[in-house]
């Protein structure tokens, strides 16, 4: 029996393989074929085993590649522009059929894949956009001279049509330290704008599909700006920074946090949270520049209640904890300090604008009580 059970077994193992085993061992051969992608002069994109790179990295090499070589950049032409054109141009099947969280390794290994031709040229840092909009980042700046420099660098990492520098009210060498950069256009005042003045003057010089505003004294890396980006170009016209994880509860909300909460509640928009254009980074359209107008801009909850009026799409891009970040001044640090004073004011201008425009109690109904006297142009009784 028992030798009889052998010869059975043996003569199993000796049969040969099924279809499916082949086909199990065949695409592991391929896998493993895979796992490097080499190019003539020796330089190759290893496949990582994790979860963050793998076929569609591999693709963008080959790619960037292909670009390169099929159309190499014109003499004089801005290298950053060229391979922003070409990424977009060979990059759709990948764009459309990889997560927004894994694109940014694709994009990194079509940079690879296109400088793997271009000899005695390391890859540059650049982080590549996924839009065809034109897009550009305004910074304002007052006495920023030791982060001013760090904002404009990773800015210079994105393929923007323009930068815009609003410096203003400096002493110190913000001036001179924006200067040096080759592509901001450096917009200069002697005397103080006004905290959030220098939006609304840089909105109005631009001429791009899509604006970041930022601040000078909060350094942000371009990757996390780019979901800002691809939020306006997928028809978000006021993408704001979601800080609703970093507030923590209720019972801790200072009186600003309370009041940017009553803003959004009082147009409908509970779910907007806490979270205001007054944080930066924020992206707006085009579309919402012109309708919000760019002089509203200096007073940004009450272009934030004239977006949600005017019924522009607000929503949100990325989370940036700006908190961390925020340098300590002795404007802006301590119960009732200056900085809280003016948002508190500014956001009461919202409210009021919004009473204005809509009724003296806006959302909230006064049903049981019988106002007869005083209705304002909306027939609705003042309070």
Do not use: C
């Not at 901001?184 to 001429?207: P, Q, S």
């Not at 909300?253 to 949270?273: A, G």
């Amino acid at each position: 029996m028992r030798s009889l059970a052998r010869k059975r077994k043996i003569a199993t193992s000796s049969k040969p393989a099924s279809t499916r085993q082949r086909r199990r061992l065949h695409h592991s051969g391929n896998a493993n074929k895979s796992r490097l992608v080499r190019n003539k002069g020796g330089r190759g994109l290893a496949a990582s085993d994790n979860k963050s790179s793998g076929l569609p990295s591999e693709m963008a090499w080959r790619l960037g590649r292909k670009a390169a070589q099929d159309d190499p950049l014109a003499e004089g032409a801005d290298a950053q522009q060229h391979v922003q054109e070409q990424w977009l141009r060979n990059s759709g099947l990948i764009r459309k059929t990889t997560a927004a969280g894994k694109q940014q390794a694709a994009m990194k290994a079509f940079l690879e894949g296109y400088f793997s031709v271009r000899r005695g040229e390391s890859t540059p840092n650049w982080v590549l956009l996924p839009t065809h909009k034109k897009v550009a980042a305004v910074v304002m700046a007052m006495n920023e001279e030791q982060s001013i420099m760090s904002t404009i660098r990773e800015l210079e990492r994105l393929p923007l049509h323009e930068i815009i520098v609003v410096v203003n009210g400096s002493t110190d060498s913000s001036l001179m330290m924006a200067r040096t950069s080759g592509k901001a256009v450096v917009l200069h005042y002697n005397e103080a704008l006004g905290h959030d003045v220098g939006r609304a003057i840089g909105a109005k010089i631009t001429n791009s599909d899509i604006v970041l505003f930022l601040d000078a004294d909060i350094p942000i890396s371009a990757e996390q700006l780019v979901p800002f980006v691809l939020a306006a170009s997928r028809g978000v016209d006021v993408v704001l920074n979601d800080l609703s994880r970093h507030v923590g509860m209720f019972t801790d909300w200072d009186e600003v946090t309370i009041m940017k909460y009553f803003l959004n509640r009082s147009n409908n928009r509970d779910d907007l949270s806490v979270n205001s254009m007054t944080a930066i980074p924020h992206a707006l359209t085009r579309k919402a520049i012109e309708i919000i107008g760019s002089a509203n801009l200096a007073v940004p909850p009450k272009a934030q209640a004239i977006a949600l009026q005017r019924g522009l799409r607000v929503g949100f891009g990325g989370s940036v904890n700006v908190f961390k970040r925020n340098r300590h001044r002795k404007d802006n640090v301590g119960m009732s300090n200056p900085i809280s004073k003016l948002i508190m004011g500014d956001h009461l201008e919202a409210l009021g604008w919004a009473m204005d425009e809509i009724s003296p109690r806006l959302k909230y109904i006064d049903s049981r009580r019988d106002r007869v006297t005083g209705a304002n142009k909306h027939n609705h009784p003042y309070l």
